[in-house]
């Protein structure tokens, strides 16, 4: 992958105990932010964080490196960073992909 090519990521997210709900609004507040930088939310899923799974599940694309090290370092996020480490135990964030072929499953 080059700095010029699409970015795909997984993010995964378990809230402080008892602060789920405060996770899901400072993430509402900072998935704002996705398409100023040339970014989509391409699914937000909520889990309930039974057995230790995440409270939520998040897939996002952008445009190339600079367009998320763009969303990284937006000062409207960073100054949410005391409010994210109040809420947000554990975050786990990764590259993912499409399988080949149209990209659907049932």
């Known amino acids: ?4 090519e699409p970015i795909r990521l997984c993010c995964l997210l378990w809230a402080v105990a008892g602060r789920s709900a405060d996770l899901h609004a400072y993430e509402d507040a900072v ?5 100023d930088h040339d970014g ?5 899923e909520l889990g309930d964080g039974a057995d230790e799974t995440p409270h ?3 897939i ?4 190339n490196a600079a367009a998320l ?7 409207r ?6 409010e994210r480490d109040r809420v947000v135990a554990r975050t786990e964030l990764f590259p993912v992909r499409l399988p080949r072929g149209d990209g659907s499953r049932t």
């Open 1 to 4: 992958m080059t700095d010029a």
């Open 31 to 35: 998935l704002r932010l996705v398409t």
């Open 40 to 44: 989509t939310i391409v699914s937000r």
């Open 56 to 58: 939520e599940v998040q």
């Open 60 to 63: 996002f694309t952008f445009r």
């Open 69 to 75: 090290d763009g969303y990284l370092a937006d000062p």
């Open 77 to 82: 996020r960073t100054d949410l960073a005391a």
